[in-house]
């Protein structure tokens, strides 16, 4: 019998920055769903994640420009012309192009004719990563097609998504996900009841033990500074400005160094300042990294700083896999009490939260945690054991896979122990 199988949806892939992702397509591999992958393009960042090895999906690239590859394009627009649902997705994107007439409109209308003739007929169901363009591909695909589509909805697409073209995808949708109770509210607003709670959680099977207990440095001595370590895209919602004015304003006999994980368009402003405020030789940026030497900075690390906050235009983080990350080796955390973030951390009990886009505040809890090592034990220790009870991957995973099964006509998907034993049935 041949395999029914679930097309995935994304922006890029594969990608750094989108842990999360890869995780979710293993673990749903490990549960017997066949998967492969459609991305909107190719990808960007040099080093890969181990993750993106064990994933055995295989990968197709849409044109990213249409231009790039007009014989896929007209191939698409033939096949469209012979299907019967092709009036349908016309009427859609006129009234999508009415309200956004945008050169993107146009090409998300030609990636997804090029996705619709391409798609093999044992593809069963397709489920889309983000509400923003990647879902409007997906959304005028399965509409020519006659296919049910799915989304997981994650940050910025919940936040800098029209309304009303969120209200139409999540009306369109078979079911949905998203992974904060921030991201839900926003979304039942506009349709209420069409979407599901999964947080991403952790694989913590991928991750060491925490390290020995850290050193108990409290930056007084200049030839043991205070390790700092930030992970994230350099891009204005993960508040690194506020980061470095803070560290600014730090005493000048408190002797620290911060590691800057993450590349992005940012960098050379946030160089500039670095440079103007006296703290080149106190930063250093690495770039992107794969995951190992993430966590192998992470458990190099004294505290964990991530102080999110929205961006201007909207966007937002939602619940960063950096900071559960950061708890898997009972890192402390100094983060922002934004977004997701609460939902994960309290302050004072696992984590020491300020407000969003308030440097002073930022560096006061600089300060407090440097000169208190025992405080900071108390609070990364506290972190993992909420990671632990309330962050496992399993109930989202779980969720997930059996609503894909379900969409897809498969047996319901049993959850296994062995990583490669087929769990889901056609």
């Not at 790039?68 to 469209?80: E, F, I, K, M, Q």
């Not at 204005?236 to 590691?259: N, R």
Request: aromatic share 4%; glycine share 8%.
């Amino acid at each position: 019998m041949t395999e029914t199988r679930i097309a995935v949806v994304l922006k890029g892939y594969p990608r750094l920055s989108e842990t999360f992702i890869a995780q979710e397509l293993l673990a749903l591999e490990r549960r017997g769903l066949s998967l492969e992958i459609w991305s909107l393009r190719r990808p960007t960042d040099r080093a890969r994640h181990p993750m993106h090895a064990a994933i055995r999906a295989p990968a197709t690239y849409l044109p990213e420009y249409l231009r790039d590859a007009p014989l896929r394009v007209l191939r698409g627009l033939g096949s469209a012309l012979t299907r019967r649902r092709l009036p349908a997705l016309l009427a859609l994107f006129a009234r999508d192009l009415v309200r956004d007439p945008s050169a993107s409109r146009l090409r998300r209308l030609g990636q997804a004719l090029v996705l619709a003739r391409e798609l093999p007929a044992e593809v069963g169901h397709i489920h889309v990563h983000f509400l923003h363009t990647p879902a409007s591909v997906a959304r005028y695909a399965a509409l020519l097609t006659g296919r049910r589509w799915s989304f997981s909805a994650h940050a910025k697409d919940i936040w800098t998504t029209p309304a009303w073209d969120l209200t139409e995808k999540l009306s369109d949708a078979a079911w949905g996900v998203t992974c904060t109770r921030d991201g839900l509210g926003r979304l039942d607003a506009l349709a209420p009841g069409r979407t599901r709670l999964a947080y991403h959680g952790l694989d913590l099977s991928r991750f060491p033990a925490p390290p020995p207990a850290r050193e108990p440095r409290d930056g007084t001595d200049p030839a043991a500074p205070l390790r700092l370590l930030s992970v994230g895209r350099l891009v204005a919602k993960k508040g690194h400005d506020d980061l470095i004015d803070a560290l600014a304003a730090l005493p000048p006999g408190l002797h620290w160094h911060l590691d800057l994980i993450g590349g992005g368009d940012l960098r050379g402003a946030l160089e500039a300042r670095i440079r103007t405020l006296g703290l080149p030789d106190r930063v250093t940026f690495r770039g992107a990294q794969a995951q190992p030497a993430v966590i192998a900075a992470m458990r190099a690390a004294d505290l964990f700083v991530l102080p999110t906050k929205p961006a201007p235009g909207g966007d937002r983080d939602g619940l960063p896999n950096v900071l559960m990350e950061a708890a898997s080796q009972a890192l402390p955390i100094l983060a922002t009490a934004f977004a997701g973030t609460p939902e994960f951390l309290t302050d004072g009990s696992h984590a020491v939260l300020v407000p969003p886009g308030d440097p002073a505040a930022l560096s006061a809890a600089l300060a407090r945690l440097s000169a208190d090592p025992a405080l900071r034990l108390r609070l990364g220790a506290a972190a993992r054991v909420r990671l632990v009870q309330d962050f496992s991957e399993d109930a989202a995973i779980d969720l997930i896979a059996e609503a894909l099964c379900t969409s897809a006509g498969l047996a319901a998907p049993v959850k296994v122990r062995e990583p490669d034993m087929a769990a889901c049935g056609s």
